[in-house]
Structure formats: structure tokens, C-alpha cells
């Protein structure tokens, strides 16, 4: 058995016949046409794969992402298409993949790893956590628009520098190149809907689909919260039927809308995640917290706890996993046991950090 290493160059087909054959059998695509920026050429050195005989027998892929927030910027790598073949599977060559790909995490200087998964016990066992939020709604019925005078269109021909402009202006996205964009656009089974004002301007977009996932989920979106309601109204009424919309618990004024007319709500995990550089992390989070005036937050390891407070107003964390959960949610500092009003006051200023992650992300 050979690796975990990257793929050379001449692999490159070899690997997207073996992930085709692994997790895509039967679909029309590649599978790099789904993940455009990390099954791409350019990633093959975060690419890891065991070999044997020259066979690939098993391979995951790391993309690091830098993700800006109104108060910190994180740096959070991503995890995907873990996959050993049928005949492999149980000796433990998925785990020495994932520890490789953690290893590149460290080295890239991340403060968080994430992946997307059902499979939360085998992930446990490497340090990660479910953690973080994500609200999911279901557009049950027909509803009115909020805007009106908008023109709507379900016709993919729009100019990727109108949506990306919208999309700079989320609070919180991941940096992305315009050209970035414009690979996301082209990702297979990709509906693009969009809303115009009178003056020929883009005001609103959704992204429903993506390759083989998330038919019927609108996971990206833009545009101010008016014309963006106005546009899934014309969205349900063009479809017909049901669709979910996915999105951050902080757009506090759109959920307000979308809880008057799709009222089923799910409030679910970002992501599993895993704490990679704890002192970068640490000192992130002081930072942060100095800039809000708040100066004595303690945030250290101590042997095999993490100490965690102000002051002296401390709590004890057994483990670092326990972290993931109070830094990112969905634990808030009023559910943290034997804490003074004061500290919970003064750790709810930046707590939980506001993590998100749009669709095109998750790989
Ligand atoms: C999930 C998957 C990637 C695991 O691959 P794998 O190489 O078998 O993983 P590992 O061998 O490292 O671990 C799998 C299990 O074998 C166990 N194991 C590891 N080494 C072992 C050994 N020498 N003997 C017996 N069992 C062993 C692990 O403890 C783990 O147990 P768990 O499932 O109870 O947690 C594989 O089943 C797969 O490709 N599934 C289909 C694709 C998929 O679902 N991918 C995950 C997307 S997030």
C-alpha cells in the first residue's frame, strides 16, 4: 500500500474514473464539473490517495477557504469526497487519508476543519463535532410578493459579474475570484432564478441544485431582502411545488419574513468541524473580544482542558471538540453552567461567531 500522497499529474484521469466510479456511478457528468475548485488540476496537491498495485483505493480532498465575518476572519478547511473502494474499506485507510488532510490544515494554518457527512461516529473519533447553525425553510404554498415592478427569470444567460456583485455584498461569504463564480455557475443541474428592477438591474438571485445534490434546496442566494422575498414567491409559483430554502441564522430580517409565510422551520448543524490551530484560534478570538472592549477572556489549554471565561469566572472543557460547539454554536454563553451574568453578558458580545458558509462551499 502506497500513500497517503498526492496524485501526480498523469493520475489526474485515473482519479476522476475511480470517484466517478465510487460516488457518481450512472450520473452524465464528471465529478469535477461538481467540486470546480477542488477537483481541479490546480488542487492536486491537496488531493490525498492510498495506491496499490498503482490502483487508487482510497482518496479525500482538502480546500481551504478564507471566510470574512463583520468582526474575524477565519480561515476553515474543507474535507470532501472521502471515499475508500468497496473491497478496502476497514483497515483504517480513510482515517490515515483524513489524518493526511488534517496535516495539511495544520500546515495552511487553518483554524477550523469542516466536512459534510451522516457519518458523525466515524468522524468523532478523528475530533470533530457538529457545530454551528443552519436554518432550513419549506415553501409549502403559494405566498405574495413583497416588492413589486420586479421582472423574474429563470434563464441561466446572466452575467456572472451582476450575481457576484450581489454576492459581495453578504456580511459574512467566503472570498471568492470572480472566475471562481463563474466555475459555480457552470456546475451541473445549476438553476439560476433572478429578479430585475424597472431600471434593468440586478436585484435579487437564487441558486437552486447542485450536481447530484441539493435538488430542490435554493443553498445560495443575493440581493436585498424585498426583491429576494419576491423572487421565491415567483419561484413557488413557477415550480408548482415545494422547495427548502437554506440559510444562516444571523439574516435575522429576512428569517423574519420567510417565518410569516413558510412557518416550517429546521433549525440544523453547519457542518461537523474540528478545531486545527488552537492558539492562532485563541488569539483570533482575544482579539476579537479587545476590539469590543472586553480584555480579560481567557482561552487556553491546560494539560488536557481547555480553561474558558473571564477573568477568573471560569469553566473547565474536557475536551477541545466541546470548544467547536460554544465558539460556533449552537450553544450560547446563557447555556454554559456556572457562569456569572457578567462573563455570559461579555462572552454573548461576539459569541457564537457567526460562521457561514454558502452552498458552492461544501464540497
Ligand atoms: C466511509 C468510508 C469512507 C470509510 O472508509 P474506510 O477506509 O473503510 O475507513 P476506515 O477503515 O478508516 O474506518 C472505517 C471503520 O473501520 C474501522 N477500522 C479501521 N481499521 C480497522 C481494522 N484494521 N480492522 C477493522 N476495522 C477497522 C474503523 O474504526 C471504522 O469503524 P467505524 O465505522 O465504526 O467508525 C467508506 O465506507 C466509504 O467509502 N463509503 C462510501 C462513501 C462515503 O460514504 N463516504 C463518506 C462521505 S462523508
Known amino acids: 500500500m502506497e500513500g497517503p500522497r498526492p496524485p501526480s499529474g498523469h493520475e489526474w484521469s485515473h482519479l476522476l474514473n475511480f470517484l466517478t466510479e465510487n460516488l457518481r456511478k450512472g450520473e452524465s457528468w464528471s465529478i469535477s464539473d461538481e467540486y470546480p475548485t477542488a477537483l481541479t488540476p490546480s ?61 495539511l490544515a495544520q500546515d495552511q494554518h ?31 404554498h403559494d405566498f405574495k410578493p413583497l416588492a413589486e415592478g420586479l421582472r423574474f427569470s429563470a434563464d441561466s444567460r446572466v452575467a456572472p459579474e451582476s450575481l457576484f456583485r450581489l454576492y459581495g455584498q453578504h456580511t459574512i461569504n467566503t472570498v471568492r475570484t470572480l ?29 437552486e441544485g447542485k450536481g447530484a445534490d441539493l435538488t430542490d434546496y435554493i443553498h445560495e442566494w443575493g440581493g436585498g431582502v424585498k426583491p429576494f422575498m419576491s423572487l421565491l414567491s415567483w419561484i413557488r409559483k413557477t415550480k408548482g411545488r415545494p422547495f427548502t430554502l437554506i440559510a444562516p ?22 457542518g461537523m468541524l474540528k478545531v486545527i490551530d488552537f492558539d492562532q484560534l485563541s488569539a483570533k478570538v482575544k482579539k476579537t473580544y479587545r476590539n469590543e472592549g472586553i480584555v480579560d477572556i ?7 482542558y481547555v480553561l ?39 462572552l454573548s458580545k461576539i459569541l457564537p461567531l457567526p460562521l457561514w458558509l454558502w452552498g458552492w462551499d461544501s464540497i
Open 43 to 103: 488542487n492536486l496537491h491537496n488531493v490525498r490517495i492510498m495506491t496499490e498495485n498503482e490502483q487508487i483505493v482510497s482518496h479525500a480532498v482538502f480546500k481551504p477557504l478564507i471566510i470574512k465575518t463583520p468582526q474575524i476572519i477565519l480561515k476553515i478547511g474543507a474535507i470532501g469526497s472521502v471515499v475508500t473502494d468497496e473491497r478496502y474499506r476497514h483497515q483504517g485507510l480513510s482515517r490515515e487519508i483524513l489524518k493526511a488532510c488534517l496535516s
Open 179 to 207: 472566475e471562481e463564480f463563474k466555475k459555480y455557475l457552470k456546475i451541473p443541474k445549476t438553476q439560476i432564478y433572478t429578479a430585475w428592477d424597472s431600471g434593468g438591474q440586478l436585484a435579487a438571485y437564487a441558486i
Open 298 to 304: 481567557v482561552l487556553e489549554r491546560q494539560g488536557p
Open 249 to 270: 441564522k444571523h439574516s435575522q430580517n429576512l428569517l423574519n419574513e420567510i417565518k410569516k409565510v413558510a412557518p416550517i422551520e429546521h433549525q440544523g448543524y453547519l
Open 110 to 140: 487553518c483554524d477550523f476543519a469542516i466536512l459534510w457527512t451522516q457519518l458523525f461516529d466515524f468522524y468523532r473519533k478523528l475530533g470533530f463535532e457538529l457545530a454551528g447553525n443552519e436554518m432550513n425553510y419549506v415553501f409549502e
Open 308 to 346: 474558558f471565561g473571564c477573568g477568573t469566572d471560569l469553566i473547565t472543557l474536557e475536551r477541545e471538540s466541546d470548544l467547536t460547539q460554544i465558539l460556533l454554536g449552537p450553544l450560547t454563553p446563557e447555556s454554559l453552567p456556572h457562569l456569572k451574568p457578567i462573563t455570559i453578558q461579555k
